[in-house]
């Protein structure tokens, strides 16, 4: 199995977490800053680094499961990122995530995380939900 790519695409930041290779396991990395184009340089460097072919990205759709302006420019990211990897892009809902990653984040005896450490949680609860949807019976 290869390792796969999970992101929490903001306007600000990008949280990141990578599977293991078993795909059963996450694990949230720093979170990167979008300004000047940092994140998606890093982003290509982390795919060509794990040698990564899919990559799973939340969209923030409303209740209805409908597309909002956060999603398009969610979209817009990624399209971009296709043009200079190639991968596969996931889109997978993340409604609530930032809420249940603050939840695991409190839970985890944190009283003081940032928003980077909410990305970064973020992340790797959208590609944990991936991973699980999406077991090889392994």
């Known amino acids: 199995m290869e390792r796969i790519l999970g992101l929490d695409v903001g306007d600000k930041r990008v949280g990141v977490a990578l ?11 720093p979170t990167l800053l979008r300004a000047g184009g940092k994140a998606e340089d890093e982003i290509l460097r982390l795919i060509e ?3 990564v072919k899919i990559v799973v ?19 817009n990211f990624c399209r971009r990122l296709l043009k200079r990897a190639l991968v596969a892009v996931v889109y997978v809902d993340e409604h609530l995530t930032s809420e249940e990653a ?30 699980n949807q999406n077991k090889t019976g392994a």
């Open 102 to 131: 603050k939840e695991r984040l409190q839970a985890m005896g944190r009283r003081d995380f940032s928003k980077g450490d909410v990305d970064a949680m973020s992340a790797s609860l959208i590609l944990q939900s991936y991973l």
């Open 57 to 75: 990205v939340g969209l923030p759709l409303g209740a209805g499961g409908e597309k909002n302006e956060q999603c398009l420019k969610i979209e």
């Open 49 to 51: 680094l794990h040698g």
């Open 19 to 29: 599977s293991d290779l078993s795909g059963r396991y996450t694990s949230s990395l």
